[in-house]
């Protein structure tokens, strides 16, 4: 596929997302105690509004709504437990000013709850494989989905882009199986999940190879320790290193880039369709 070219992603209550011509930008909401750069400080509703209506300001154009950390080491919590936290954040952003929600979740529960509380996408860290039921919700409730690529609980192949094609390929017929339009999904190497430093960094200058599998690309590298590793900064202090990812990405031709610093990934995407218009003359 040209990456570059318009795609209309579909998401669920009849919502599109033009991708492809201009980078998009996702901003990450954490409504957890416990992840890894800013757990804690959104978990009472009236923070996560806020916080949600800033990144829309500064040119988010979905939210990302999580309730459970996907760190290393991170404890397991009950869908209950994420409902409780997710849910009422949802409810409340769609009041507002927030246009387009998503979840971040690999629970069918949650993700079923979630669109019927108006969220448009959802986003599921283990490619739609872990729970068995959630490909079926994802068709169901028409929503966007997103299909993260992991190397977590499984043998990964040697080769980086053999790796994604391998695991990205099985989620692609999982969600075939289950009916899922090809024109609600997106696809996320899963920068960070069991790579590493070397490996993010191979799988970043060869981003490209993975327009092969024909659909959209979500980068998700914001404050990742692959980052650290290379610039020496600790997670706080990540946001610069983030947004030259994210220019080297949208390069290759990411669409989506979900973040936590909208507006410095914002400038720098900003100056990288700037190029890419002019380098397509």
Known sequence: MNPFQVHNWQLAHGKTLELGVRACVMGILNVTPDSFSDGGRFTAIDNAVKQAEKMVE???????????????????????????????????????????????????????????????VINDVWGFQKDPDIAEAASATGAGICAMHTGRERQKENDVVKDQMAFLGKSLDVLKRAGVREEAIVLDPGFGFAKDPVENAELLARLDELHELGFPLLIGTSRKRFIGHYTGRDDANRDIGTAATSVVARMKGGAIFRVHDVAANVDALAIADAVLTRGAG
Do not use: F
């Open 58 to 120: 500064q040119g988010a154009a979905i939210v990302d709504v999580g309730g459970e950390s996907t760190r290393p080491g991170s404890d397991p919590i009950t869908a209950e437990e994420e409902q409780s936290r997710v849910l009422p954040v949802i409810e409340a952003l769609l009041k507002r000013d927030v246009p387009l929600v998503s979840i971040d979740t690999y629970r069918a529960s949650t993700a079923r709850m979630a669109i019927e509380a108006g969220a448009h």
